[in-house]
C-alpha cells in the first residue's frame, strides 16, 4: 500500500493517506467488533481513500473527532441522488426513487420539515410512553415463558416489541406487521436490485400516504393524525411528505431497535454480573449507563454514514475537495480511545456520554430518546423476569447480519 501526504493547507499536523487499495467494508473477525483493518486505520490516524461496492473511492474516517464534523459540517450533503455519492449498496439508492425523507435531505428543507415534529420526539414525551412499553415488554415476556423452550429470541421479543411500539406511536395497524416486516427486509437486504428495493419502498409508501389520508378525516391519539391536523390543514406538509415521514420512521425505529434489542442481550449474557445486577430495581442509574455504553461498544450502523462533499472541507488537517465522497465510520469512531476510555471494551458501569450511534448533527435520529426507553425496559424486563436467560446454541451456530445495513443477528435461539 502506497502512501501519499495530504494536501491539506488546513490548520493541525499533516496526516497521511492511503492509495485507494482498501476495499470498504471489510470483513469482521470477531461478530462483537468492527473488522481489525478498520480499526487498524483509526489506531495509526490516517484517513484512507477505500473502494467502495461500485468503484467510487470516498475517504473513510475513523476517528470520533473527524465523524462529528464529516456528520455536522453543512459543506458534506446528505442527498443520495448527487453524483459521485458514496451509496452503501444498490438498494440505498432506492430511497431517491420515492419521496426523499429526511434522512436524505439538506438544508434548508431538512431544517423545515425536522421542525414541524420536534415536538413529538421530547425526552418528556418518550417518558410518557415508558408504561405503554413495560406493557408490550411484559406482554412479549408472558408469551415466551408460557411457549416451549428454546425460543427465538429474536421473534419472540425483539421484533413484536420494537413493532408494537413504534406501530402504536405512528397510528399504523400492528396486524400489518408482516407486510411491514417484508418490504423493510427487502429494502435493507445489502444483496438486492435498486428496482427490487425502490419497489417494495414504493408499496410502503402507497401504504402510509393511503393511511394519512385516513387519519385526516378521521383523526386519533397517534404521531400521523396530530400531524395530519396540524400541519396538513395549513399546507405546511402534504400528504406524500407525511408518508414520507411515517416511512422513515417506521423502518428506522423497528429495524435498529429490534436489532439492538437482540445483540444487546447477547452482549449481557456474556456478561452474566452485570446482566444479574440489571434486575434490580433500586438502580436506574446503572440500567440507562448500560444502555448507553451498549448503544456506543455495539453500534448496529455497520457500514458507516455516507456523505459527498459540495465545497472544500478541512477535516483536522485532512482536505476533502467538493464533489469526493466520504464516510464516517461511526462503529470504529465510538471506540476511539482518545474520546472513550473504554475503547475496544464493554464497560457497562461507565455511562458513554455524547456517543455517535444515533449519529451526530442535524440529522441525529429523531427517536433516541424513545429507543433509549425501549432498551431500558426490555434488558431490565429480561434480567428481573428470566434470570436464567441463556444461549441455546454456541456462537458459532448464530448468524450474525453480515448481510444487512443493520448489524444483528437473524436469529437468537434462547432457553432459561
Not at 487499495?21 to 462483537?32: D, E, F, K, T, V
Not at 400492528?174 to 438486492?192: P, Y
Not at 402534504?238 to 425505529?253: I, N
Not at 478541512?314 to 464516517?328: F, I, K, L, M, P
Request: proline share 6%; net charge neutral; glycine share 6%.
Amino acid at each position: 500500500m502506497t502512501t501519499v501526504p495530504s494536501t491539506s493547507s488546513g490548520a493541525g499536523p499533516s496526516r497521511t493517506t492511503t492509495s485507494g487499495a482498501l476495499r470498504y467494508p471489510m470483513a469482521r473477525q470477531c461478530p462483537y467488533a468492527p473488522p481489525e483493518e478498520v480499526t487498524r486505520v483509526r489506531t495509526e490516524g490516517t484517513v484512507p481513500r477505500v473502494t467502495i461496492w461500485n468503484g467510487v473511492r470516498p475517504w473513510l474516517f475513523t476517528r470520533f473527532d473527524d465523524a462529528r464534523i464529516v456528520l455536522s459540517d453543512p459543506r458534506f450533503s446528505a442527498d443520495k441522488s448527487r453524483p459521485g455519492y458514496p451509496l452503501s449498496s444498490a438498494v440505498a439508492l432506492a430511497e431517491t426513487a420515492v419521496t426523499p425523507t429526511l434522512l436524505i435531505m439538506d438544508n434548508p428543507e431538512h431544517d423545515h420539515y425536522r421542525r414541524l415534529v420536534l415536538s413529538e420526539f421530547t425526552v418528556k414525551r418518550a417518558e410518557s410512553w415508558r408504561p405503554a412499553v413495560r406493557a408490550v415488554v411484559d406482554d412479549c415476556l408472558d408469551r415466551m415463558l408460557h411457549g416451549p423452550a428454546p425460543a427465538d429470541l429474536v421473534a419472540g421479543l425483539a421484533l413484536p416489541v420494537a413493532f408494537s411500539v413504534i406501530c402504536e406511536f405512528l397510528g399504523v395497524p400492528f396486524e400489518d406487521r408482516e407486510f411491514f416486516r417484508s418490504l423493510t427486509h427487502t429494502m435493507n437486504a445489502i444483496g438486492g436490485t435498486t428496482q427490487t428495493a425502490a419497489a417494495a419502498r414504493q408499496e410502503l409508501q402507497d401504504y402510509l400516504v393511503s393511511l394519512v389520508a385516513v387519519r385526516a378525516k378521521d383523526p386519533r391519539e397517534d404521531f400521523i393524525s396530530r400531524m395530519a391536523v396540524r400541519h396538513l390543514r395549513t399546507g405546511a406538509m402534504d400528504q406524500e411528505r407525511l408518508g414520507a415521514m411515517a416511512l422513515l420512521l417506521l423502518t428506522a425505529g423497528h429495524d435498529t431497535t429490534a436489532n439492538m434489542i437482540s445483540l444487546g442481550v447477547l452482549t449481557l449474557l456474556r456478561h452474566p454480573g452485570h446482566f444479574a445486577m440489571l434486575g434490580r430495581n433500586d438502580n436506574p442509574e446503572l440500567l440507562a449507563n448500560t444502555v448507553e455504553e451498549m448503544l456506543r461498544h455495539l453500534t448496529i450502523v455497520q457500514r458507516g454514514i455516507r456523505r459527498i462533499a459540495v465545497e472544500d472541507v478541512d477535516v483536522n488537517g485532512h482536505q476533502v475537495r467538493a464533489g469526493e465522497g466520504v464516510v464516517a465510520a461511526i462503529n470504529v469512531a465510538n471506540r476511539d480511545p482518545g474520546r472513550f476510555a473504554s475503547g475496544e471494551e464493554f464497560v457497562p458501569a461507565e455511562r458513554a456520554h455524547g456517543h455517535l450511534a444515533f449519529g451526530y448533527g442535524p440529522h441525529q435520529c429523531l427517536g433516541q430518546s424513545l429507543a433509549r426507553v425501549e432498551l431500558q425496559e426490555v434488558y431490565a424486563g429480561i434480567a428481573r423476569r428470566i434470570p436464567t436467560l441463556r444461549t441455546a446454541v454456541p456462537d458459532e451456530e448464530l448468524r450474525f447480519k453480515e448481510d444487512m445495513a443493520v448489524y444483528g443477528v437473524h436469529e437468537l435461539p434462547v432457553t432459561w
